[in-house]
């Protein structure tokens, strides 16, 4: 799974997700692309689904990007464990997506493909996406 490799600080805060994401929001790379409707966090083990999907579908021809990292750590208590004695061990790490982000890029495979790809992709997203294609 995507994770980071070093941290200047293992835990984090939850954070807020309001706005709307600038950078990031125009496909830079590819001819289509899936953009984000909603807000939400997008997590490793999502990513790498909707990513094999995408792989497998296009049998592995042409080329995808990634643009969304896993860089966000989300903690969590032992199930058993009492109130108090400090934040929990980090569980897993998240991608925190606002409305407008570009998660995958795709080129170099015919249209009808790569839209089938990236529908089998949406399916594997948390939140309402869009196929878009590059003016």
């Known amino acids: 799974m995507l994770q980071p490799k070093r941290f200047k600080f293992h835990k984090q805060s939850r954070g807020r997700m309001k706005g709307n994401s600038i950078a990031?929001?125009?496909l830079e790379f590819g001819g289509w692309g899936i953009k984000s409707l909603g807000r939400g966090w997008f997590t490793?083990?999502?990513i790498e689904a909707a990513r094999k999907a995408i792989s497998h579908f296009t049998k592995r021809n042409g080329r995808?990007?990634?643009?969304?990292?896993?860089d966000k750590p989300v903690t969590q208590k032992a199930a058993g464990a009492r109130m108090g004695a400090g934040k929990g061990e980090v569980e897993h790490y998240v991608a925190v997506?606002?409305?407008?982000?570009?998660?995958?890029?795709l080129s170099g495979v015919p249209e009808d493909m790569a839209m089938k790809a990236l529908g089998?992709?949406?399916?594997?997203i948390p939140f309402p996406t869009k196929i878009i294609v590059k003016a």
Do not use: Y
Request: glycine share 8%.
């Open 64 to 70: 995808l990007w990634l643009r969304v990292f896993p």
């Open 24 to 26: 990031g929001s125009r």
């Open 97 to 105: 997506i606002k409305p407008g982000r570009i998660l995958f890029e």
């Open 120 to 124: 089998q992709a949406t399916k594997r």
């Open 44 to 46: 490793a083990e999502q």
